[in-house]
Every structure is written in C-alpha cells, then in structure tokens.
C-alpha cells in the first residue's frame, strides 16, 4: 500500500533537468563547445539526455500502469 | 539545372493534392483509426515546431553563429523533459477546463476579457512576423529553383491554398473542443516529409561532395576552420538566451500550443512524445553542419539560407532537388495552417465574440463556424500583406527570433498558471504590456524601419554595449525584466477577485474546498430555458443534452449535487464553444447559485476524492501517506461485507457500499447525493423510518423487496465532529448505518424447523406404527383362523375383506415403519449404472394401469455411475415417475433427463400434466400431505422421495405450472463413468 517509489517519477526528471543544464548551459560549455572535440559532440551530448529522458519515461509508465 | 515555373506550380500543387488526400482520407477511416492516436503521429505533428526556419534558415544560422542554431532545438527538449511539471498539468488544465488556445487560458485563469484580448492581439503581431518568413522562403525557394523571380501570384496562390487546407480540414466542427483528426495525421505527414528531405540532402552532401564519412574526415582535417567556425560562436554569441527562447517557444508559440494541447487525441502520447519529438528534432538538425560544409566546399552561389536547395541543384540531381523544395514547402505549410487555425480560434473567441455576441435568434453554431473559416482567410492575408509591405532585408532567422522574443512574454503569466497562486490580474496584464511595450521599442520598430515603413525608431544601440549584451540578449532581457518586475509588484499590491482566487485554485490544482452554492434551476429543463435567453433554445437544448451525456446523468435528473455538476460541466463545454471568460459569464447570469445554501457532504467528499484522485501522483511525503491511508479505509468500507451507509446532516446518502448495492440493487451512482426518502422502495422508508426512529437498533426487520422477503438488522450511530476540521460544521456531521442481511441464516433456520417438524413427525409414525401393528397382527391371525375353521360362504366373504383391510393397514404401518427407521446408517452405498437404474424404474412404472398410457422417454449416459443405495434412488424415481405418470392424461409424455452436474448427477424429469398449485407445492414433502382421494395416497411418498435424497446428501427442488406440467430437479452428489475397457466390452 504505501509504496516507497511513489514521486520518485518527477524528482528524477528534475535531476534530469538538472543534468541538461549543467551540460548546455552552465560554464562547462565553455570546454565542451571546443573545437580540438569532434563535430558530432554536442549531437552525443543531446542524444544522451533524449535517452535518458526515454528511460525514465518507460520507468514512469510502468509505475503508472 | 532550372525548372519552369509552371512544373514547379505543378509539382507544389500535386504536393499539396496529396495532402488533401491524406486529410480526408483519415476523416473518412480510410486509414487505420490507430494511425491518428499513435504517440508516433502525434510526435512528428509536433515537428510544425520546425517550419522553414528550421528546414533552410538552419544553415545561414550555423554559418552565422556556429553551433547557436542548435539552441532553438535544445531547449525544445528542456521543455519536453519537465512534461511532468509542465506540460502535463497544462494538459489536464486545458482538457478539464476545454480551453483551445493560450488566450482561452490566460482569461480563464486570470478571468478577464481583458487579458484574452491582449494576448489574442500581441499572439498576432508577435506571429505575422514569423509568417510572413514562411512566405518569404517559398517563394524565395521557387525563385532559386526556377533561376528567375517568383511572380507575387504563386506567394498568393500557395496563401489561398493554405486558406482552403485550412478551413476544410481545420474548421470541420462546430467547436474546436472536437479533434480534427485528418488535420493530425496530414501534419504529422509533412513532417515526415521534410524530416526524411532533409536527410537525403545530407546524404547527398556527404556522398556526392565527399565520396563518404573518409572524404569528410579528410576534408575536415584540411579545413580545422570549419569545424572551429561551429564552436566558435558558442562561446562568444547568446547561446543561453537563445535556450530560454527555445524554451518558452517549445509550447507558448500558437501552433505548438495548438499541437500539444488543443489537438492532442490521446493525453497518454505526451509523454511518449517527451523524449520521441526531441529525438526528431535531433534527427532534421543532424544534416546541417553536413549541408554547410558542402555548401561551402562546392562554393555554391546562393544564399546560405537556401544551401538545402542549391546543393543537389549544384550536383545536378532533380528529383532530390525536387523532394528538396517539397520539403520546404511542407514545413511552409503546416506552420501557416496551424498557426492560422490557433490564431482565428483566439481571434473568435476574444476579439469576435465580445464584441458582437450573436442574439439567441441567431444560430451560434453557424456563426461560430463561419466566424472561424473567415478569420482563417483573413489571418493568411495578413500574413501575406505583412510578407509584401516587409523590405526583405533580415534573414529568416531573425524574423523567426523577433516571434520568439514576443511568445516569451508569457512565461511569467504560465508561472502564474501553474505555481504562484497569489498572481494577479493586474499583475498579470501590468507585466505582459510593459513587455510589449519594449519588444516593440527593441525590435518590432527597427524591423519597420528597415523595411521603410516608418521613418524613426528608437536606437538601444548604445544601452546595450554598455551592457555588453548582444542584440537578442538584450532584447530578452529588457522585455522579460520590466514583465517580470511588473508582474511580481502589481501581484503584490493588488488582490484577486472571488472568481480569480477559484480559478487560481482549479490551475495550481491545490484547493480542496469544494465549490459553495445550489443552483437555481431544479431540473435540466430549467437549465435549457435559462440558458435559451443567451444563446437560442436549440443551441441550449443541445448543450445541456451534451453536458448531461458527458456526466452520463439523465434528462429527469433532480439531484443538487449532480445539478451542481451539470452546471459546471456547462461552462466547461460553453468554453470550448466560446471561450472561457464569456461562458463564465453567460453561466452566472443565466444559471444562478444561491450561494447561501450549504454544500452537502456528499458533494464536498465527492470533490475531494476526484481532487485526490487527479493529483495522487503529484503528491509527497505526509500527504501520499495520508493519501494512501485513506484509500485503505475506503476500501475497507467498501470491502466491509457488511451493508454500509452514511447520511450528511441533510440526510443526504454520503456513504453506500458495495455490500449495500448488492443488497439493495440500486447502484452507488443512484444512491450517493440523494436524500434517503427519494430511494427506491422500500429502502426509501426503511432507512428513512430508522433514521428518525429513536432506537439504534433494530432486529429481525422483514423487507418485501419484490419476489422474496429480506431480513435485515439495522444498526445506527451518530458521526460526532471530533478530528473531522476539515467539514466545517458545529453540529452533528450525521448518522452511519449498518445493515445485516439475515436472509441466509433465516432460510437456513426455517429448514431446521422444518427438519425438526419431519423427524417429531417420524417419531410419531413410529410409536403408531408399533401400536397400531400389533392389534392388526392380531385381528390378521384370528381372520385367518375364522376364515379356515368355518366354511360358511358369508362369514368367509367377510373374513375375506377382513383380511384385505388388515391387509391395507399393515401396508400403512409398513409404510410409516419405513419412512421412520429408513435412517441413513441403513443405507447401502454402492456404485451403480444409473442408466440401468432409470430403466428399472419405467419398467415397474409401466407395470401400473396409469404408467401403461404414459410415454416415458430417458436420456442418460451409458458411462455414467451414480454414488447411493442403489434400492431406495430406485425407489425414489418410482415415486416421482408415478406421480408424474397419475398427472398427466393418456398418450401424455414424460421426460428424464440425468447427466453430470457440477461434480454430481443431475436429474431432470419433466411431465405435461396438470401441475400443483402455488398453496399446495409448498407443503407436498409433509408427511400425510395428498391431493389424492382416501385411500389411493398416504401422503408419504414425497416426503420419502426427500428423505432418501436429503440422506445421499443431494437436493431436490420441484416447480410446477397448473396445466402446464411439473418439474423435478434432484442433484446427487459423486459421479463416477465406467472405465472404458469396461465401457466397450
């Protein structure tokens, strides 16, 4: 009944998020956006956040069904 | 290479044919139904996000600013990663409350036309811009295709034909509440297209310029350059304030608010949608640097804006040109569609509307229809005038940035929607006008000016390098920092309204006090004729029937809670149709509430456990403890196999279990929020009367519930208010009810009666039997005696009859011996053919007079063993089959049917005869009990025949028409087949 995962769903989105912003838009980006990376870096970067946010969206529904 | 301008008009219109098709095609069920609810479809149709902009201004972009393109995409997907948080609640919102457009939810939830009618006209002004952009490129592409000037006729052409796509497929219904779900699936089919476009032009930029991925890497090598003029600007350009206006694009702008929201068939996609959109939006930007590196390398001698265009030009393939410009088109279009179609929804409702709301004589439905087809017209022509008066001087993407910076304005508003409860209307309109007010000194006048339409504007040049902001940075900023401070100040200093403080709380989803008040009307025909004084009786009529079949409520429904409901479910389906603030309107002058009238505990329950129910994912800590606590209460009672009900202070049902529908047969939904009188009978007295009655208990209490009596107890108590806050209330909160149904334990005691009766009765037979034998034996013996000592023909005739009667009379005693001592110790338990048995039983049957006119037809198994004392079943169907064989008339038939049953025998037997009356079926298994004439019965047979079968452990039931016939149903218990070996020899 009293389940231990309920919430977990948008606190993990949140750290998500959080995640994207220190990637895209904290002074890390600075290094990141540097041209001696390959040009399909930030393609890799975005890439895996999609993939994580698809993860934690079949995780989600799961929990819902 | 060049086209004719004619082939291209062909090739765009054969385009825009097959997107008519593919409309129509799926409003018709051509396509599979599953194709427009597809969480695929709806991805891709969220790709209108990505219009002309994205399909050839990507590339001038990356040439200009490197990597900053990428933005615009990037923080599509920060917005799609809180769906959650953000996009899901404002689905809810927009779904619950029907509103269609952003406007419909700024008035909603700051309840002011006034708000509504900004937003609808800076929403305008901010999108003709980015319209205007979309015309631009088409006709901009069909000049680089064709090689000389489009004429302004094809620019008018393809608006016109926009205009037709769009009232055809995008203004079907009547309301935009109803899905078009032609217009889904044709949008999520140009996205597919230009996806799939531009990826074959990366292709053949990576292919034909290079040879392949080692020719790039070798390219790329020699020209380290190239890929530092991608990184470059990153560091140096206005990557983050590019992100926020992704960010806020991503659902604010018109058409993705259109998409995500109005048109979304099933909420479930949007979270599919959250991570699948991005990854699309991934995909059309892969290309890019790919198409601008070739574009350079071949040093193609057009703009870099329309490099997707000139390279396969360059290279000489058509018909990847042409798929090329096909693609342009697609991503043209759908953008003008559903913008248009969001915009003339925002102009019906706040600005057509308002100002001439048609008479109730007028169909509102037709003018609703029309208004909307000729605002579409008209929104197109403005975007068109507005492509003809700009002077085409700035690129594509900084008329795309000039609509982002206006759909920005609104973030502080959707913060106000969705998390500061305390946010006002003032605030609200206070912060959105200050940041027009800027965005049009920043960047709406120099954009005129450039074109020549104004002489003047404003120069921020130098405010800005003193803050060493670029042009768009600074933009962004000024608007969003007067809107913000505004609208946090005005908020603070002014205070809401009664209805913006209910509507604040239905968006933030936080209130759990029920709506206050009854409504006036006492029936849904008193709404109809409420509502018929603002918008005609048919329209009213046709409302009402839709609100009533949305609740799933009847037309004779008097209820105040559900009337409570009805109404609410009025203005939601009244906003879809007309907008939010006039539906509010039209609703409380029309259907009024007394607001003095106490909400029942019914409702207020009902509403906090749908408030519960809709947030119980949201909720954290103590409260999803809570939460979850109480739905294990609930389900307690309603689990409890106990009929439970619980009565509000105005004796209206609050509580009805799932034992009580059972026992009761009126369903919860029939019970809950009516007052207990008004059930059906004879619950309506029976809980009524006890409610009023002083004892708390009742025992025993028969109810004639129709074909059976019922035998409940009642038990009651009072709800005291201690630990319930939360209702209001100094008095009692009303009374809980108990109810056990004694049915069962009652019928089980009446067969002990009976039972019992039986036995005294065989004790009786017994003692009699013994008594009177004896004395019989003994007249027998001397009748005997008499009869061979004297040979006299009159004495030995009497003796004779003597010896008969005595005879009659042992045959009694034997009879009533048997039925006494026939205990079940004395039985034998065999296995036998129960075939074999039935037909044992016609033969002594037929060897009566009676049995000899009767036809007797069995049906049983040959396999088939009955379990029993084989001598007394025999015994039994002897008895029941001359019975039926004495009711019934000559040539008559008799049926017996026996087959395996539920793990025993079945035993059926059927005759046509003339049957047993009512009065008489209920006593026919007591002792002595005959319809017979004296002397052809002793009234012991039946209950012989229930004796032995109650002995096996079986039951026996009879039924019986008059002149109809009797049926017999015994049930044995144990069944067994013979083996097959045995079987077949």
Redesign the interface.
Known sequence: MFSRDQGKGPDQVVILVLLALFMFASPLVRWLMSSEHPWYLPYLIWLSIILLGALLQRRRGRHEL | MSFDLPVIFFIAFSYMLLLFLVAYATDQGWLPAGIAKHPVTFALSLCVYATSWTYYGSVGFAVNQG?NF?TIY?GV??A??????LLMPLLRLTREYQLTSLADLFAFRYRSQTAGIVVTLFMLIGVLPYMALQIEAVTESISILSKETSPNVLAFGFCATLTLFAILFGARHISPREKHEGLVVAIAFESAIKLIALLVVGLTALFGVWGGFGGLNEW?QQH?EA??A???P??EGP??TL?LLAFAAAFLLPRQFHMIFTENIEPRTL??A???F??FL?FL??PI?LIMWAGQASALDVPADYYVLGLPMAQDYSVISVFAFIGGISAASAMMIVTTLALASMCLNHLLLPASFPDPHVNLYRKLLWGRRVLIGLIIMLGYGFYRLLEHKEGLVQLGLISFVAVAQFLPGIAGVLFWRRSTRAGFLAGLLGGIAVWVIVLLLPLLQVSDLIGYAPNMGVLQDTLQLDKWEFATFATLTVNITLFIVISSMTRQSQSEQEASEACCSESLVPPMGAVTAASPKQFEEGLARAVGSTIARKEVGQALSDLGMGHDETRPVELRRLREQLERNLSGLIGPQLAHIIVNQRLELNTGVQTALADSMRYVESKLEDSR????GLA??LE?LH??HRQILADLPLGVCALGQNQEIVIWNLALELLSGVPLRDAQGRHVEELPEPWGQVLSGFANNEDNHVYRHMIDSGDKPRWINLHKATISQQGMALFDSKQTLGTVFLLEDLTDLENLEAELVHSERLASIGRLAAGVAHEVGNPVTGIACLAQNLRDENDSGEVRYSVEQILEQTKRISNIVQSLTTFSHGGSESYEYTSFSLHDALEESVRLVRLSHQGRKVECGQSCPVSLLARGDRQRLVQVLVNLLSNACDASSAGDKVEIIADSVDGGIGLEIYDHGVGILEEHLERIFEPFFTTKPPGEGTGLGLPMVYKIIHDHGGTIDIESEVNRGTHVRIWLPGVEYIPKERYAS
Request: proline share 9%; glycine share 0%; hydrophobic share 55%.
């Open positions: 990597y990428l990037i997907s920060f799609f990663l809180l769906t959650p948080v790329l380290p890929v530092d991608l990184y470059r990153v560091t990557w983050r992100l979270s599919i959250a991570w699948l991005p990854l991934l930007n892969l640097p994912s949201r909720l954290r999803a403890e979850a739905r294990y």
